[in-house]
Each structure stands twice: as C-alpha cells, then as structure tokens.
C-alpha cells in the first residue's frame, strides 16, 4: 500500500534530516536513563542522538530472540539495544522516512560494531518507509516500538499508523511506546504549528484519547508503565495564553483477542481484600488473597468498586504497571 505523505509532516522531515546531519543533544528531554548493560558500549554519537521521551526497550519483551521492528531509527541507539537481546542475522528491522537519517544510523552501527564484539552489523536491517504504510509483511513482528514519534501525527494519521503496527505484529506480539501526553487545552495556533509538532510539542494528546487510539487498532492488552513530567509550555515562549504541561508516557499494548466486555488497560491500580475470609472470589476470575494487592485492569478495579464491599480496597491509578495483573 503506497500512501501520500500528509503536508504537515514536511517540517518534520527537515528537522530530522537537520538532526541527522548535525546530531542536536537539546531536540528531545529523554526521560529515562540510558541502559547499562555488561558488555554493551553505546557510541558518543548515538548518546548524542538519542531522540526520544522515555524507553521502549524492556528485557521482560526481549525473550525468546523475538523479530524486532523500530520505526523511526534516530541515531539507531535503540536499534543497538534491542540487539542485544536478539543477535541472529536480520532479526531486526529499522525503519525510517528520512534517507539522512538512515545513512548516519548505518554509520552509527558501524562504530557500535568496532566496539562492541557481540554485535554484527547483519542483526540490523536498515529500510526506507513511513509509518503510515510499513514495509513490513503482515503477522511477522513479535515485539514494534516506536519513541517519540507518533506524537507527531495529528489524530487520523497516528490510528493509521497505529494499525499498521497492529497488522504487522503477531499474534499476542506486543507494541512498545513513548510518546509526550497533555492535559492541557492547547490553542489552535500551537496545535497548527507544524514545527513544534515536529519538535514533539503540540501533537501531545491528552492520556485518554492516546489509549481509546490504541485500543481502537484492536489490542486488547494495553500497560501504562510510565508517566513521568516531559516539558512545559509557557506563554512567555510560546503561542498559548494558558500554560501547558507536557507529560511523557510508556505503554505497552498487546495484540490479544479483544474481551467482549473491552480492552484490559492497566495504569496501576490494585485492589486488596482484608475481610476475615483466607481470600475473595469474584467468580469472574479475580481471587484476592488476603491482604496481598493485586494489580488489576481498570476494567475489574471498577467492577469491585462497584460491588460496594467494606473489605476491598482499590486504589488510585499510579501510571506504572510492572506485570503480575489480573488478566
């Protein structure tokens, strides 16, 4: 499927053949730390291109030398990591629309293989491609990842870009994310400036909207593992008169049959039974022991809440599921 480029995403393509030519350490506020892992040495120079808001690389997704898909490759630190945890030839697939971009990440790879003696050039496929039509065969990924780049989509296009991951994945493959969230209004004028869009900054979508995207590909799985402050908008510096907060977010969502009932989506709720019984038995497939939380979907913490029982407490949502839930 061949699909025409939006227009808006021109200025996205100069500032990224402009960051590619010329690595820019202040393009993004990446929020997480860079991996250290034993035998691994990450060039200066994909440290300098590390354009992202948050990680999407997890040993926890990594098992079982998985075919890995990233889309859009920056410096191709990401793409070094990921080779870590899977090191066959060709299991793993860079994408990228910007040619500039390609070349420096494939010169990249090539001084991480100068220092790092596990690492073969031939793990990584480098390809030319956008999002919005992958160059992917269907059903043949099991872990995608993107960082901070959806966020440039207007709405229609990132659940364009959201089902072609959908599509190439496997089954119960999984789809790795970052990307900047607000709940801040935004004003016509920032949300239409097409370089801050580019900048990731006026694309971000309130955290709701971003998962009923997701969840509208079909996942039926979706962990909210992250949420954390990213940037802040001040009308002193841009076009709004209200101040934005901008948080960045990571998410994973799983390509699982989608419930009858809707999507599983966790975002750090649990619930905990300390009633005189040894454990609890919503006879839906929920047992909570005595005492002991239980992460659970935002799904089931509603339907205990509603049970209106004196021994069950749910808790708020933290924005950080490590596993171990309900579903």
């Known amino acids: 499927m061949i699909m025409h480029t939006p227009d808006y995403l021109s200025e996205t393509h100069n500032v990224y053949k402009q960051a590619a030519e010329t690595p820019d350490v202040g393009l993004c506020c990446t929020t997480s730390p860079i991996w250290q892992l034993p035998g691994l040495d990450i060039p200066e120079k994909m440290q300098q291109m590390n354009y992202g808001c948050g990680m999407t690389v997890h040993p926890r997704d990594l098992v079982n030398d998985p075919s890995i898909l990233y889309v859009g490759v920056g410096g191709g630190m990401e793409l070094l990591q990921f080779a870590y945890f ?17 070349q420096t990440c494939s010169e990249n790879l090539a001084l991480a293989s100068a220092s790092n003696s ?26 995608a990842a993107q960082n901070c780049l959806f966020n440039i989509f ?44 580019a900048l990731c900054l006026s694309g971000a ?93 935002d799904k089931t913490a509603g339907a205990l809440a509603d049970l209106g029982r004196q021994d069950i407490l749910v808790t708020e949502s933290t924005y950080f599921y490590d596993g171990g839930g309900c579903c």
């Open 86 to 102: 899977s090191r066959s030839e060709g299991s793993i697939i860079g994408v990228d629309s910007v040619p500039e971009m390609l």
């Open 205 to 297: 979508l309130p955290l709701q909207t971003y998962l009923d995207c997701i969840t509208r590909a079909g996942f039926g799985t979706v962990e909210v593992r992250a949420k954390r402050p990213y940037r802040v908008l001040a009308p002193s510096h841009y076009p709004t008169k209200e101040l934005v907060i901008i948080e960045s977010v990571e998410v994973a969502a799983i390509k699982d049959p989608m419930p009858t009932d809707g999507p599983c989506i966790f975002t750090g709720k649990a619930a905990v039974y300390f009633g005189s019984e040894e454990y609890f038995d919503d006879n839906n497939g929920h047992v909570l022991m005595y005492n002991q939380p239980l992460q659970v979907c």
């Open 154 to 197: 207007r709405e229609q296009d990132l659940q364009v870009a959201l089902n072609e991951m959908y599509r190439v994945l496997k089954p119960h493959g999984r789809l790795v994310m970052s990307d900047p969230i607000s709940e801040s209004p935004m004003s016509e004028e920032l949300r239409n400036n097409n370089k801050l869009r």
């Open 118 to 143: 596990w690492f073969d050039r031939s793990f990584v496929e480098l390809k030319q491609g956008s999002a919005l039509s992958l160059p992917v065969a269907d059903n043949t990924i099991d872990v």
